[in-house]
């Protein structure tokens, strides 16, 4: 299935992985919503990324800086050329988010073992709770931060204006603005519901089967191009509420669907639905209301 993508050589399975774990010039990585997941068990040899903690400035509301990555790569024992593969729980939605990250600072070798943590289980593959295990510090050199797969607020507004497609990956009750957060989640701070004006919502979730592996190319050409009517040679972004969920979609259509142009907005609708002056839709869409303008009287 995976020779169908444009990029298979992005995907291994778990099989590879267990072949790999050992292997000097290959990093296992997780990366989960649960961040209590790996104590109770991980891949022997995988080392833990925080997306909260290591991934995230705690002081400015952005990511840490080049030097402050390339840190963090080094104390993984993560050389430039090492291979890191990534893996996590929810279909590996956090895990795509620390690829989307290390792409973003120009880390060659990424790779997503396909399923995450629920296909290592199913496969019935080790699992260890051994302490995170130390390697040697390496001398990483991060380089400045890639503008070609992030987008911000003016940009996409930029975007929106000139009718350029828009991917909202977030659930049908966030888009339609019934919801301010994810089913079951807490709210986090958006202050009006809704969606970006012409996007298409096409949830993250629809791309990964029940066991956590991505879907056909075939599903996923049908998902994104015959139902949502995108076209590979004009630029997309997509978003959703922090960037998480959009950047397990960027991987899809990047790397899997062989989309040039792909941006993730990961100021999404925290940033959005919280700016004044912004259009925001309700509604399903095309046919809903009158957009209404944040920041006007309620």
């Not at 958006?190 to 956590?212: C, M, Q, T």
């Not at 040679?233 to 960027?250: D, F, L």
Request: with cysteine; aromatic share 10%.
């Amino acid at each position: 299935m995976a020779a169908q993508y444009s990029h298979p050589e992005l995907l291994v399975s778990t099989a590879w992985v267990d072949e790999h774990r050992q292997d000097p010039k290959v990093r296992m990585v997780e990366s989960d919503e649960d961040v209590l997941l790996y104590q109770q068990g991980h891949v022997p040899g995988a080392v833990k990324i925080d997306w909260h903690t290591d991934l995230q400035d705690q002081t400015v509301r952005d990511y840490i800086d080049q030097n402050r990555f390339a840190a963090l790569c080094s104390s993984k024992g993560i050389a430039n050329d090492t291979t890191v593969v990534f893996y996590g729980d929810k279909s590996n939605w956090w895990a795509c988010y620390a690829c989307w990250v290390f792409k973003l600072y120009g880390h060659a070798e990424c790779r997503v073992m396909n399923g995450g943590r629920k296909r290592w289980e199913l496969d019935g593959r080790p699992w260890t709770r051994d302490p995170e295990p130390t390697y040697p510090r390496t001398q990483y050199v991060a380089t400045a931060p890639d503008p070609a797969i992030r987008a911000f607020r003016d940009e996409v507004l930029k975007h929106q204006k000139a009718s350029k497609p828009l991917i909202d990956v977030r659930s049908p009750g966030e888009f339609t603005g019934e919801l301010l957060h994810m089913p079951d989640y807490p709210q986090e701070g958006a202050l009006r519901g809704g969606h970006i004006p012409g996007a298409r919502n096409v949830p993250w979730s629809r791309a990964a089967n029940e066991d956590g592996t991505f879907k056909s190319a075939k599903e996923l050409e049908r998902l994104y191009v015959s139902e949502a009517g995108l076209k590979r040679r004009m630029p997309v972004i997509a978003y959703c509420r922090i960037g998480e969920r959009s950047s397990h979609t960027w991987f899809v259509l990047h790397y899997l669907l062989g989309f040039p142009k792909v941006k993730n907005y990961d100021g999404s609708w925290t940033e959005w639905g919280n700016t004044v002056g912004v259009p925001i839709e309700k509604g399903p869409g095309q046919a809903a209301a009158r957009p209404e303008i944040v920041g006007s009287a309620t």
